[in-house]
């Protein structure tokens, strides 16, 4: 049987040629051997992966930012901080990035595909509506969530489980009402961000939901916060569309995070969130690639996860709007 389930890949995102930095283009070759070996890349929809325009960016990201990487990306490039660095074909692939984000939410409104994968790189979760950081540049997820809206999905939900805390994606929403944006991570931990108590401002008031858990924190206080928290969060929000920020990076064998988390939790947190888009967006849902810096990990973390989309199937009911 056909799956309604697109992987959203291309050789564009090797050219933000890294080098040895942890952020590098093996990750995303990993995943595309893994996925081979699998068997997984066939009997699928297709969805092109093509670069975001400067409206699609704009809903989310200062135009000063913008040209401030434009202009870094065309003199050469350089280092925005001591993380990230841009290269003159940098910014090109961060907008293939977002754009193939944006082709999968079209794909979805066009009943082509009910879930996406976009295995793009660099991540993008801590890029802030004003500064690129934390090996960001532009925000694909935020990017996405506002392009759902402005095709009318009204409620969003995100959902990011990196080990570090996706500060990016919480200073564009943080404000908002129609995004849901709830992260669990490592605390303390690179940005810094990410308290109990920043759950949003003004109409945004209790739409960011930040679960902060400790170094060495494992498959049990993942699920179960998971659980607890962020599901009656998402059941009581009721969104129309659902984005995960997918990171790996707090598997037991990063080299980056601090946590304990195995495969098998992984697989089960894409499980509750595929019950979810179920439950409140008739199936849709889409992954994007965040951190994960062990390779192998990374790359069986996201196999799994396809798997898992693959057999999301039907949803049982509608909420209305």
Known sequence: MRSRTAILRSTAFLKHDTGDHPERASRVIAIDCELERRHLLG?????????????????????EMLARLESLAATGGGW?????????????????????????????????????????????????????????????????????????????????????????????????????????????????????DETGAGEGKGYTINIPLPAGAGDRRFLDSLRSTVVPAIDRFAPRMLIISAGYDAHVEDPIGGMRVTEPSFREMMEVAVDLAARHCQGKLIAILEGGYKASALARCVADAIEVLDLGGEPRHDHGS
């Not at 325009?53 to 809903?59: C, E, H, N, S």
Request: with cysteine.
């Open 43 to 63: 009997n699928r929809p297709s969805v092109a992966c093509s670069p975001a325009v400067d409206a699609g960016i704009l809903r989310v990201h200062a135009p």
């Open 80 to 196: 925005l901080d001591a993380d990230t660095v841009v290269l003159p074909e940098s910014v090109d692939v961060a907008r293939m990035a977002a754009g193939a984000a944006i082709n999968a939410l079209n794909a979805m409104l066009d009943r082509r595909i009910d879930r996406a994968f976009v295995i793009g790189r660099p991540p993008g979760h801590h890029a802030t509506r004003r500064h690129s950081m934390g090996f960001c540049l532009l925000n694909t997820a935020a990017i996405a969530a506002a392009h759902a809206i402005q095709r009318g999905f009204e409620r969003v939900a995100i959902l990011d489980w990196d080990v570090h805390h996706g500060n990016g994606t919480q200073d564009i929403f943080y404000g908002r009402r129609d995004v849901l944006y709830c992260s669990l991570h490592q605390s303390p931990l690179y940005p810094g961000s990410g308290e109990n």
